[in-house]
């Protein structure tokens, strides 16, 4: 079976990171037919607009899409496309496994981390309503609302049900936001009342972000809206070894986005010693939403199996591996 899908490299480190995942998934013999769409600021800049038509377009077609980073200018410039891909398409949930590898070396590294983070995707103060009031006073909107919410929350649990997982942290600053995060927080206890087999705690931000450094292995599924989950994904990037290996997927009702979580890099960008790890792991998800399960296991396993090997790995992970070499690696490992 073809599979038809969007590949979108993006700018910065994507392209290089994009071109691996491509080449270490036709290596799973899982045939995919690509609809390549770049997006990049030159286009958004040219094009005048923040999404391009041939994204969507694409999208509307496949339904499925790889995505690389694309770069967002800071205060000021064009809105993030990234955010604006995931309203437009309604990708209402951001999923972000967090796990430590084989081999890796790390801060924690007899402490047991596996966590994963869900964090709603389309709201709160990424809503990007900002109103400059009166000269040098700004207003922020944080938008939270009831249907997605319980929408977020409900995903979160029937995940943790399927997959077995024990308990659901939900992570709020509902003491001093306590219309808004008072009402997520609202949702949350609702939708867990319906899922009585999984524990359900919850935690104010602050207090987690100091309790997942100390004690991370007492986290099983986070949940958490927009910017929270923004934050405290890279946080948690951190425990494991990194962004260079953290993958993720955008998940709405007809269309699906996967991502790593980490940015364009440019501080790196066109070196050749980007991680391709998250990307690659981002497609191992795509894999499984595409019901090629053991192709996806496969491609896991080879990636798992170059870690453990310690030979390959690019310098973030403390290797002095190039994008090339990691990748011929995993390719190796697959074939
Ligand atoms: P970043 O995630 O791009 O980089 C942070 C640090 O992690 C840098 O030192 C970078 O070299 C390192 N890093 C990230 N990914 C790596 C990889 N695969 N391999 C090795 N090292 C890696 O965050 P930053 O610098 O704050 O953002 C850069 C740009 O990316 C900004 O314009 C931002 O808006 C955009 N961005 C885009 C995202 C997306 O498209 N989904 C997500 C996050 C940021």
Not at 99 to 105: A, E, H, T, V
Not at 139 to 160: C, G, H, N, W
């Amino acid at each position: 079976m073809i599979h038809p899908a969007t590949l979108i490299p993006g700018d910065g480190i994507g392209p290089e990171v994009a071109d691996a995942t491509v080449r270490v998934i036709e290596c799973t013999g899982v045939s995919i037919e690509w609809e390549r769409i770049e997006l990049n600021a030159a286009i958004i800049t040219e094009s005048g607009k923040h999404l391009p038509p041939a994204v969507l377009g694409s999208l509307a077609r496949t339904h499925v899409g790889l995505k690389g980073p694309v770069t967002t200018p800071v205060a000021g410039g064009f809105q993030s496309v990234n955010v604006s891909l995931r309203k437009q398409l309604d990708l209402f949930a951001n999923v972000r496994p967090v796990r430590k590898l084989p081999g890796l070396k790390s801060r924690y590294e007899d402490v047991p981390i596996d966590i994963v983070i869900f964090r709603e995707n389309t709201e709160d103060l990424y809503a990007g309503l900002e109103h400059e009031v009166v000269a040098n006073v700004v207003t922020s909107l944080k938008v939270i609302t009831r249907t997605a919410s319980e929408r977020i929350a409900r995903y979160a649990f029937q995940y943790a049900k399927s997959a077995g997982r024990k308990k659901i942290t939900a992570v709020h600053k509902a003491n001093i936001m306590k219309l808004s995060d008072g009402l997520f927080l609202k949702c949350c206890r609702e939708v867990s009342r319906e899922f009585p087999q999984i524990e359900y705690t919850e935690l104010i931000v602050d207090n987690a972000a100091m309790q997942l450094v100390m004690k991370p292995e007492q986290f099983d599924v986070l949940l958490m809206p927009n910017l929270y989950g923004d934050i405290v994904s890279d946080l948690a990037a951190g425990l494991v070894g990194g962004l260079g290996i953290v993958p993720g997927a955008n998940i709405g009702e007809r269309d699906a986005v996967f991502e790593a979580v980490h940015g364009s890099a440019p501080d790196i960008a066109g070196k050749g010693i980007a991680n391709p790890t998250a990307l690659m792991l981002s497609s191992v998800m795509m894999l499984r939403h595409l019901g090629e399960y053991e192709a996806a296991r496969r491609l896991q396993s080879a990636i798992e199996s170059v870690y453990a090997e310690r030979k390959y790995l690019t310098p973030d992970v403390g290797g002095k591996a190039t994008t090339n070499e990691f990748t011929n690696a995993v390719a190796a490992a697959l074939n």
